[in-house]
């Protein structure tokens, strides 16, 4: 196994692939990263040599946020729309949908499980 940003990833995927097991990067975001370390994005993580590795790796320590203060970033942007009262914040605090999802018959994810139980049939 590979470990780039305390992560372990797979060896046996293509690099884009592979990186996208990182928290914080997607598929556009590893195709850069590839394309700015000059690592072929057809290779395997096991094809890559130990210099390949730490470029990736250094490359993404100084561009991008991600993992745990990436997660951080996000529960304090959340935190803060709650403590403001704003209607997202309101929305995150009720647990519903906060982009404008209708909520009538759907939203069930969000919602969780109805909690009055209905009478079955006989």
Do not use: W
Not at 3 to 26: M, S, W
Not at 47 to 76: H, P, T
Not at 89 to 108: D, E, I, M, S, Y
């Amino acid at each position: 196994m590979a470990r780039i940003a305390g992560i372990n990833i797979p060896v046996r995927k293509c690099v884009p692939f592979a990186l996208t097991y990182i928290y914080g990067i997607g598929i556009a975001t590893a195709n850069v990263i590839c394309h700015a370390c000059e690592v072929d994005k057809r290779k395997r993580v096991s094809e890559l040599r130990d210099e390949d590795i730490e470029k990736i790796s250094g490359f993404i320590r100084q561009n991008y946020v991600i993992e745990g203060e990436l997660r951080k970033e996000v529960a304090m942007n959340i935190k803060s729309l709650v403590e403001m009262g704003c209607y997202r914040g309101v929305r995150h605090r009720k647990g519903l949908p906060v982009r404008g999802q209708r909520t009538h018959t759907n939203a069930k994810t969000r919602k969780g499980r109805s909690r009055l139980p209905i009478a079955g049939k006989k």
